[in-house]
T-cell receptor
Framework: DAGITQSPRHKVTETGTPVTLRCHQTENHRYMYWYRQDPGHGLRLIHYSYGVKDTDKGEVSDGYSVSRSKTEDFLLTLESATSSQTSVYFC??????????????FGEGSRLTVL | AQSVTQLGSHVSVSEGALVLLRCNYSSSVPPYLFWYVQYPNQGLQLLLKYTTGATLVKGINGFEAEFKKSETSFHLTKPSAHMSDAAEYFCAVTSPTGNQFYFGTGTSLTVIP
């Protein structure tokens, strides 16, 4: 158990409202990731972080921003939610001796519905 | 960017039959390779991984996969399917720098009694 907690686990919101998803880890792993999972697309990387205040874009970053002010927390924000952002969002951390070549451990997911 | 192709979005096998889930990747540099399993309403769990060394990798629940560089493949197998194997399976590969992970679109495995 890599000690990953996502919140909220379920959220329904309306188009145009801001939404923030939180990922919390209990261990001091350097790399954290946000993915979205959609049918037919598998998991697609939104953003990732390689340290406090160090983040980079993934393949589907448009419409999303992230912040990491503490090692243990990685926040994903939808500034103005759209229906196309209805998805299941997974946070993951990379666990390995070198920090970047280990496997990913995933949270339980956050199901977001944008009406 | 790396890409991962999983042939067959849905695979059905009979209980006790061989499970074969296919994964091919595109990479100019041998990456690290992974198979993950996802049960309904859960996150992904690591089944097995290949980093270096022996190309036949054994994982949990009787699964194994073989890295074939010449074929850029990393197919997942299990000799005898069990009902509890019904789940979604994802193949993943790292970027050359190792700091990004790319996933296939997944294969849903159904096990028929």
């Amino acid at each position: 158990d890599a000690g990953i907690t996502q919140s909220p686990r379920h959220k329904v919101t309306e188009t145009g409202t801001p939404v923030t998803l939180r990922c919390h880890q209990t261990e001091n792993h350097r790399y954290m990731y946000w993915y979205r999972q959609d049918p037919g697309h598998g998991l697609r990387l939104i953003h990732y972080s390689y340290g406090v205040k160090d983040t980079d874009k993934g393949e589907v970053s448009d419409g999303y921003s992230v912040s990491r002010s503490k090692t243990e927390d990685f926040l994903l924000t939808l500034e103005s939610a759209t229906s196309s952002q209805t998805s299941v969002y997974f946070c993951a951390i990379s666990v390995g001796t070198s920090g970047i070549t280990g496997e990913l451990f995933f949270g339980e997911g956050s199901r977001l519905t944008v009406l | 960017a790396q890409s991962v192709t999983q042939l067959g979005s849905h695979v059905s096998v009979s209980e006790g039959a061989l499970v074969l889930l296919r994964c091919n990747y595109s990479s100019s540099v041998p990456p690290y390779l992974f198979w993950y399993v996802q049960y309904p309403n859960q996150g992904l769990q690591l089944l097995l991984k290949y980093t270096t060394g022996a190309t036949l990798v054994k994982g949990i629940n009787g699964f194994e996969a073989e890295f074939k560089k010449s074929e850029t493949s990393f197919h997942l197998t299990k000799p005898s399917a069990h009902m509890s194997d019904a789940a979604e399976y994802f193949c993943a590969v790292t970027s050359p720098t190792g700091n990004q992970f790319y996933f296939g679109t997944g294969t849903s495995l159904t096990v028929i009694p």
